[in-house]
């Protein structure tokens, strides 16, 4: 079972990588069948409610390879974000995995403006390495303000 404590780190490190754009990084701290989803609405069923996204890995390393391009006119000039990670809670998911609950706040800055947006995240966390490394097998994060006008959205969370 991890700690709090381990956990945390990992999401800290998860923060500073993408407000660091250390992107491939951050790549590597998902599994190969990771799944990372942004709901539009309150339901879990994406079938319901279209998803802003709903990335399995290889579309991560899509949506990576885009922000790397020079030619990304969305990310031109590239966006400088704050991470902060707050409220975190483990909760064992079985023998070999963990729940794990927090709130992020996420400053942009970019061109002349300032934008903010809160969120709840849950992450389901397995061990790889005998139990020594962690890796994110699904991310949601669930915007309080996911029903209002989300312009440019391009940045990472």
């Given at each position: 079972m991890a700690t709090r404590p381990e956990i945390e780190d990992l999401l800290y490190?998860?923060?500073?990588?993408?407000?660091?754009?250390?992107?491939?990084?951050?790549?590597?701290?998902?599994?190969?069948?990771?799944r990372y989803v942004m709901p539009s609405g309150d339901s879990e069923d994406t079938g319901i409610e279209t998803p802003i996204l709903d990335d399995d890995r290889l579309?991560?390393?899509?949506?990576?390879?885009?922000?790397?391009?020079?030619?990304?006119?969305?990310?031109?000039?590239p966006s400088r974000t704050v991470h902060l990670v707050q409220n975190v809670q483990v909760e064992p998911d079985g023998p070999a995995a963990v729940n794990v609950h927090c709130v992020l706040v996420v400053y942009e800055a970019r061109l002349e403006s300032v934008r903010s947006f809160a969120a709840r995240c849950f992450y389901r966390l397995i061990p790889e390495d005998g139990g020594t490394t962690w890796r994110i097998a699904m991310k949601r994060v669930e915007l309080v303000n996911r029903d209002q006008h989300l312009y440019n959205l391009t940045f990472l969370f």
């Open positions: 490190h998860e923060a500073r990588l993408l407000d660091e754009r250390r992107f491939e990084e951050w790549l590597d701290l998902f599994t190969q069948n990771a579309t991560l390393e899509d949506r990576v390879l885009r922000l790397r391009n020079p030619a990304s006119y969305a990310q031109s000039p």
